[in-house]
């Protein structure tokens, strides 16, 4: 019976130490996002020059999204991936 008991504990020690990987992972969204540098240009009749913002965004389309939405008065020219 004893080595019964010893395999159990290992599986229980096992399945506790995974749960907490598995709450890590899900906090680190960070690694699955990447950093984008997008331009943005003034929409028409606003002053200013083009800018470039650095956004971190899970995809090209979010970064656009995120860049267009921190500066309302500037229209999206381009998107690229830093990393």
């Known amino acids: ?19 907490p990987v598995m709450r890590d992972v899900r906090h680190k969204g960070d690694d699955r996002m990447f950093t ?12 200013g020059g083009n800018i470039a913002v650095t956004v971190q965004a899970r995809s090209d389309t979010e970064a656009r999204t995120i860049a267009a939405s921190q500066n309302p008065t500037y229209q999206v020219q381009a998107v690229h991936r830093v990393n």
Request: overall charge positive.
């Open 36 to 47: 984008y540098q997008v331009r943005l240009s003034p929409k028409p009749g606003n002053p």
């Open 1 to 19: 019976g004893s080595t019964g008991a010893a395999g159990r504990a290992v599986s229980e020690t096992n399945v506790n130490s995974r749960r």
